[in-house]
T-cell receptor, first 113, second 116 residues
């Protein structure tokens, strides 16, 4: 069974550039979560979707961040314009059902120069 | 508001020794509790979870944890450490937010080193 798939695994870009992170959840899962992990702040929930609809985006740091889920098998997290402080590992996770454990992808390590 | 405190950001044990990773939580409602493990350059993997019922929960790789409501604790243990257990471990708590799914709040993590 394929797990949560994220791409790219690594991204290095210059500040000011647009960055798009991609996630394919586990087939059949109806919840999708985006997290950010940094040494300073640990793991933070950015946003989550249920049945492709954004439910809670209160963790999104600012308007430069946006997330979409156009269908059940694909989601994107976009940063425009990117800044060095956005450097982090971004994880996508999915779950089947409201209160079930979340399955994490291997993350995207983002470096903004 | 819910929160998780993991005591000790780094724990070292000898191979074959007992592993004890501490986790205390606060939650305004009965919590769901989880332990996740993260190996280098990988995502988090679920080790075990407590939702309701039996307070001693067994997980993968020989780990177990006990929910103690009176102590608001959910410590992770393994009787005998193996080199392959070296990783970072996260305790997480979730509770039901009004009108939303249970959301996870993670502790800051404990890096486990296993010495030969």
């Amino acid at each position: 069974d394929a797990g949560v798939i994220q791409s790219p695994r690594h991204e290095v870009t210059e500040m000011g550039q647009e960055v798009t992170l991609r996630c394919k959840p586990i087939s059949g899962h109806d919840y999708l979560f985006w997290y950010r992990q940094t040494m300073m702040r640990g793991l933070e929930l950015l946003i989550y979707f249920n049945n492709n609809v954004p439910i809670d985006d209160s963790g999104m740091p600012e308007d430069r961040f946006s997330a979409k889920m156009p269908n059940a098998s694909f989601s994107t997290l976009k940063i425009q314009p990117s800044e060095p402080r956005d450097s982090a590992v971004y994880f996508c996770a999915s779950s089947l059902g409201r209160n079930q454990p979340q399955h994490f992808g291997d993350g995207t390590r983002l470096s903004i120069l | 508001a819910q929160s998780v405190t993991q005591l000790g950001s780094h724990v070292s044990v000898s191979e074959g020794a007992l592993v004890l990773l501490r986790c205390n939580y606060s939650s305004s409602v009965p919590p769901y509790l989880f332990w996740y493990v993260q190996y280098p350059n990988q995502g988090l993997q679920l080790l075990l979870k407590y939702t309701t019922g039996a307070t001693l929960v067994k997980g993968i790789n020989g780990f177990e944890a006990e929910f103690k409501k009176s102590e608001t604790s959910f410590h992770l243990t393994k009787p005998s450490a193996h080199m392959s257990d070296a990783a970072e471990y996260f305790c997480a708590v979730s509770d039901l937010r009004s009108g939303s799914a249970r959301q996870l709040t993670f502790g800051s993590g404990t890096q486990l080193t296993v010495l030969p």
